[in-house]
């Protein structure tokens, strides 16, 4: 009998994510029993700065399911801790500038490969987004980005309710 085939998760690093911010997060990947490839991005001319600071790229309805079934045990718990604790550093302040109000961290992105659907994982995500987040329907959605909707208690897809309209 031969081994199944090792699960990989690709992750896309953000150029200011630090090693300590990544070791929790491939240590829980690893727990879970995927095999993380990291990424760092290069720097980037864009105008725009990246609206997310790590992406990881897995299949997303078998990672849910893994996730749920090992709720009980470390893996879960690593993950959820590693996601919360990611924060971009703040940048050097020249000394003329004035300090500006800090901003919300950017969030951690699951992207599946296969469809493209992204689901966003904010660093105030409340235990009931992750528990949902264990038995969601992947199937229902088409567009994404999934975002947890703290105000409504679910998950939802703002572009899937337009298309629906």
């Not at 996730?67 to 009980?72: H, N, R, V």
């Not at 990611?86 to 699951?110: F, K, M, Q, S």
């Not at 493209?116 to 235990?127: A, F, K, N, S, W």
Request: overall charge negative; charged content about 20%; cysteine-free.
């Amino acid at each position: 009998m031969t081994d199944p085939e090792p699960l990989v998760a690709d992750l896309l690093l953000d150029r200011h994510v630090t090693p300590e911010q990544e070791q929790p997060l491939t240590d829980a990947l690893t727990a879970l029993g995927y095999s993380p490839s990291v990424r760092v991005l290069p720097p980037r001319r864009a105008v725009e700065p990246l609206t997310w600071l790590i992406l990881i790229a897995l299949p997303l309805q078998a990672f849910l399911t893994t996730l749920g079934e090992k709720a009980a045990e470390d893996g879960y718990g690593l993950l959820q801790k590693a996601i919360r604790a990611i924060r971009r550093p703040a940048p050097a302040l020249a000394p003329t500038r004035v300090p500006t109000p800090a901003t919300a961290p950017p969030p951690v992105v699951l992207q599946d490969p296969a469809t493209g659907l992204r689901v966003i994982l904010e660093h105030d995500l409340p235990d009931e987004g992750y528990r949902q987040l264990l038995t969601i329907d992947l199937t229902q959605y088409r567009l994404g980005p999934l975002h947890y909707d703290q105000a409504r208690g679910h998950w939802r897809s703002e572009l899937d309710e337009a298309q629906l309209r």
